[in-house]
């Protein structure tokens, strides 16, 4: 995560700088609105990924508890047929 950080900084910082250079800032600006552009297009399609995540773990969790509440005869039919077998 340091590693992420520290690109993430040097990449702001060289913006940063290269846009104080008078012949580069008509270059950074498109770039910059581009890159902000991008980063509106990421956060809208976020709250789907944000969806997508928590019926992710609501599913995981009921089946976790139905797993954990229901006896394995219900859940499983051939259950009852294996213990049917190993008991003979």
Do not use: C
Request: glycine share 6%.
């Amino acid at each position: 995560m340091s590693t992420i950080l520290f690109w993430l900084a040097a990449v702001i910082l060289g913006v940063v700088i290269l846009s104080m250079i008078p012949g580069l800032e008509l270059l950074m600006k498109p770039i910059l609105k581009l890159f902000f552009d991008a980063l509106v297009v990421i956060i809208q399609g976020s709250g789907s990924w944000l969806l997508w995540i928590a019926k992710k773990i609501v599913r995981a969790h009921s089946g976790l508890l139905r797993h954990l509440l229901v006896s394995a005869e219900q859940i499983d039919p051939a259950y009852a047929l294996e213990q049917k077998n190993k008991s003979t």
